[in-house]
């Protein structure tokens, strides 16, 4: 895009090396000390060993947590699916103030921060006489990353144009056949784009599930407990397979869309 | 369109806005009148009294500690978007200069950390920042220090590390995207006519890219002050702010009205900081 000199050129690649080691470091940092003991609550460095992911083993309270947050994850990314299809397939047929004012309710929760979202839901749930659990869980990530699938159908929508269900109508297609053999074949890969990306998100979502969550406790509300009472060796074994499992979802929500990166460059 | 025809008036088009219309409202506006409507209430022997009154906003003016930790919060956060504005442009500069895949490679390493546990990596960068980690055994190995330092961690310069390091992504891709929309035959022109690539830089790509930088600053403003996890796990004692003080209010101090009227508050600076941001970027367009 522009010509720079070599001491610019220099200078702005050890920025960007710089800016890498910042945003990998509290990535690889913890990774790596779970495969060493644990002291007097420093690591020792000198000493590699598989400990922390025995005492891992031993934590009872961690599976269940893993559980409630693949629980929590497909139920949200389900629900948040389906509710964004239709509220996307309502957007696309027509224009009017109402459907602006719509779209702008649908992506509140994603532009607020979580704490507004989290503690409303929080007073809501209250007023309405739900108890705390894990079904309210689920209604708030439901509702925050229901915004992300409703923006990805409709520009998928958008994107698609309306003569594929002109030419279906004329054809004598009925709402429900247009529906099931013209616009959902279309949008798969969408869906299974966001549904990936929402699941992820879920997976992680921790300020809204620590202001609606009762007694159960997703991985990282669990997580936050334990990192609050202190040090233990098991937390780094743990924060090592929360990792790497973030990373696969990282790679099936990149591998969604590869043909977008491609055509823009 | 996705109906067409007589297909617009039938029973499935209608059924699908009334359920557009109700989800919104159900789901999302009537939780933020709900909690709008429980900062008017106020707290009497740990019951909430539903009489509506200005109780809990007249607290917040009146009593000394509210305003001092609300204007220390937006200064911190004013710091951080700052600063992740200012590590971030160079990063996004280097990226848009970057040809074809490897640019988009490389800002997709700059947005995978962004999928990664938020509370992962403050747990991380609280434990590189403090008197064991890397960061001081770093210092002392340089010679810089001669004792491990307490200066990073547990403070709200620890805040404003964290908070920085979290969102610099946030920063990076607005800019990245304003300064990819330049048109070349700008940069070309300018070079074309005798200027040197500072003079380019300076009055055709920094102008140009002023609303990527507006929008970068606003985002991790509003990202910062909402967030309570990182100051409440690296801040300490003295790092309080006021996303910290909403979310005690919600737990330990049990006064949820309070805390909705200080998260009332809250909001209110948001949409006061994203009005001014969209003015200044309606400016330069």
Redesign the interface.
């Known amino acids: ?5 070599p001491l ?1 050129t220099i ?3 050890t ?2 090396g710089v ?2 080691l ?6 690889v ?2 990774i790596a ?1 779970s495969f060493f003991d644990v002291a007097h609550g ?1 690591v020792q460095w000198d000493q590699p060993s598989l400990s922390s992911y025995a005492q891992l083993a031993a934590n009872d309270g961690i599976i269940t947590a893993f559980k409630n947050t693949l629980l929590v994850g497909f139920s949200a990314s389900f629900l948040a699916l389906v ?1 964004g299809t ?2 996307a ?6 224009r009017s103030l ?2 602006e004012a ?1 779209q702008f ?2 992506y ?2 994603f532009l ?5 979202t989290g ?6 749930f209250r ?1 309405l006489g739900v108890p705390r659990s894990l079904i309210t869980v689920i ?1 708030g990530h ?2 925050f990353v229901q915004a992300l699938c409703y923006r990805t159908v409709v520009l998928r ?1 958008q994107s698609l144009g ?1 003569s594929l ?2 030419a279906s ?1 004329d054809l004598g297609a ?3 056949q ?2 099931f053999h013209i ?1 959902l074949p279309n949008l798969t890969s969408t869906l299974i784009g966001a549904g990936v990306l929402s699941f ?2 879920s ?2 979502e ?2 809204i599930t ?2 609606v969550t009762g007694t159960d406790s997703t991985l ?1 509300i669990r ?2 407990a334990m ?2 009472l202190g ?1 233990t060796p098991d ?1 780094n074994a743990l ?1 090592a397979l ?2 790497l499992l ?2 696969v ?2 790679i099936l ?2 591998r969604q869309f590869p043909s977008e ?2 055509s ?2 | ?5 007589s ?2 008036t ?1 029973l ?2 209608r059924a ?2 009334a ?3 109700a ?3 159900i ?6 009148f ?2 709008l409507s ?1 900062s008017f209430f106020r707290v009497d022997n740990g019951e909430i009294v539903r009489d509506l009154g200005l109780f809990n906003y007249r607290r917040f003016f009146t009593d000394a500690i509210f305003i001092p930790v609300l204007l220390q919060t937006c200064i911190l956060c004013l710091a951080v978007a700052g600063l992740a504005t200012l ?2 442009y ?2 996004a ?5 970057l040809k ?2 490897r ?2 490679f490389l800002l ?3 947005l ?2 962004l ?7 403050i ?3 609280r ?2 920042l403090g008197g ?1 980690g ?1 960061l001081n055994r770093f210092l002392l190995w340089a010679g810089f220090i001669t004792q491990p330092s307490s200066l990073f961690v547990f403070n709200l310069n620890a805040v404003l590390l964290t908070l920085t ?1 979290l969102l ?2 946030f920063a ?1 891709l607005p800019i990245f995207l304003s ?1 990819e929309r ?1 048109p ?1 035959s700008l ?1 070309e022109a300018s ?1 074309d006519l005798g200027a040197t ?1 500072l003079q ?2 300076r009055w055709i ?1 920094l102008p140009l890219s002023l609303p990527g930088i507006v929008t970068a600053s606003t985002f991790v403003f ?2 910062a ?5 990182t100051p409440q ?1 690296v801040g300490g004692q003295s790092g309080f702010t006021f ?1 910290r003080i ?2 005690s209010q ?1 737990g330990t101090a049990f006064n ?1 009205p309070f ?2 009227a200080l ?1 009332a508050i ?2 209110f600076v ?1 949409v006061i900081v994203i009005g001014l941001g969209n003015r200044l970027e309606r400016r330069w367009l």
């Not at chain 2, 500069?93 to 200069?97: G, I, P, V």
Request: proline share 7%; glycine share 6%.
């Open positions: 895009m522009m010509r720079i000199s610019a200078s702005l690649l920025l960007t800016v890498f910042l945003l990998y470091g509290p990535l940092v913890p000390s420093n509710c239709l509220l397939l309502h957007y696309c047929s027509g109402a459907r719509m309710g649908v509140l929760p607020m921060p979580p704490i507004i503690l409303s839901l929080l007073i809501f007023e209604a439901t509702i929508l309306s269900v002109e109508t009925s709402a429900w247009t529906m616009l992820a998100l997976f992680d921790t300020m620590l202001l990282p997580l936050w990192m609050r040090f937390i924060v929360i990792l973030t990373f979802l990282c929500v990149i990166f491609d823009q460059g | 369109m996705i109906f067409v025809g297909a617009r039938g499935w088009p699908l806005a359920f557009a219309y989800l919104p409202v789901v999302i506006a009537l939780p933020l709900s909690f429980y590590i971030g160079p990063v500069f280097q990226l848009a200069n074809g895949r640019r988009y997709l390493l700059v995978v950390p999928l990664m546990s938020y509370i992962i990596k747990y991380a960068i434990s590189i064991n890397f390091i610099i992504p990076i300064l330049i070349k940069i070079n690539n380019t830089f790509v509003v990202l002050i909402g967030d309570f996890l796990m996303g909403i979310y919600f949820w805390g909705s998260a809250l909001t948001i």
